[in-house]
């Protein structure tokens, strides 16, 4: 269910006053394509087999101008209305609907490398290097996916049961595209930030997985699965399609 890996180069395109942009290589990619995010801005999604000419990525600019600066227009719009709401900062407080818990964080600044999580209760107490905060993020992620596995696994044995659809396994991840996915070997990937979500939001997303443990595609035959255990699936595909716009972004 959606929600690309590789090294990165940077470069900037002098042709036509492109915006700055970055090179992607991609393990999964099978052709080059555009992509513009929030977070990273322009990139030049590259498989990670091929070899790319410079003169090449100022053609595939040019010729994608027009949706570049659609594009842009949009991200720009999307970042003042984030700034707004001040999703950039790291939290003092997290609002877990899926969990039923509403989480205190409090930041200690010391001299020690790195950060220490330590969880008291609904309270969060971050020390070390707390002003680092790509490292007060890694910390909360990896806390995130403990709590993320410790209330979905018993949640997702409920709803294959109730089903009668069965899985092999149960893992963690913290994907940007996607909230889930199934595996031809039955394992279903769970999206940490799903914690965020409404609990009947996160039982239908495990209930998707599920159906693709029977159909690996968005058959027909997928669908009317799904409608036979959730007959308003629509309307729950259509709140997830939105539920990335409110994600914090430090998550």
């Known amino acids: ?26 393990k999964k990619a099978k ?9 990273d801005g322009l990139e030049v999604i590259v498989p990670q087999n091929k070899r790319l000419p410079r003169k090449s990525i100022q053609n595939i600019l040019t010729e994608g101008r027009t ?5 842009r227009k949009r991200i720009n719009r999307q970042r003042s209305e984030l700034k707004k709401r001040d999703l950039y900062t ?4 997290m609002q877990l609907l899926a969990a039923g818990r509403t989480i205190t964080v409090q930041y200690r600044f010391t001299k020690d490398r790195g ?3 330590e969880e008291a209760g609904d309270v969060l107490k971050l020390t070390g290097a707390v002003r680092d905060a790509a490292a007060c993020r890694l910390a909360f992620r990896r806390w995130m996916s403990a709590l993320a596995y410790a ?13 009668g659809l069965s899985y092999k396994r149960l893992v963690m991840r913290g994907q940007k595209t996607r909230w889930a996915s199934c595996s031809s070997m039955g394992t279903i990937s769970l999206n940490f930030k799903l ?4 609990p009947e939001t996160v039982r239908y997303v495990m209930l998707h997985e599920l159906c ?3 159909h690996m595609n968005h058959s027909r035959d997928f669908w009317e699965l799904v409608s036979r255990f959730q007959p308003d699936y629509v309307a729950m595909e259509q709140e997830l399609h939105i539920a990335s716009r409110h994600m914090p972004l430090w998550v």
Not at 31 to 39: A, E, G, H, P
Not at 90 to 93: F, M
Not at 151 to 163: G, Y
Not at 195 to 198: I, S, T, V
């Open 1 to 26: 269910m959606k929600k690309s890996s590789g090294s990165n180069k940077r470069g900037k395109s002098k042709q036509d006053e492109l915006p700055e942009y970055r090179i992607k290589i991609s």
């Open 31 to 39: 052709y080059i394509s555009l992509k513009f995010s929030l977070l």
């Open 67 to 71: 949706w570049i600066e659609f594009t």
């Open 90 to 93: 790291l939290p003092r407080k």
């Open 115 to 117: 950060v220490q999580l």
């Open 151 to 163: 209330t979905f696994a018993p949640i997702l044995e409920d709803v294959s049961q109730r089903t």
């Open 195 to 198: 914690l965020f979500l409404r």
């Open 212 to 214: 693709h443990t029977v």
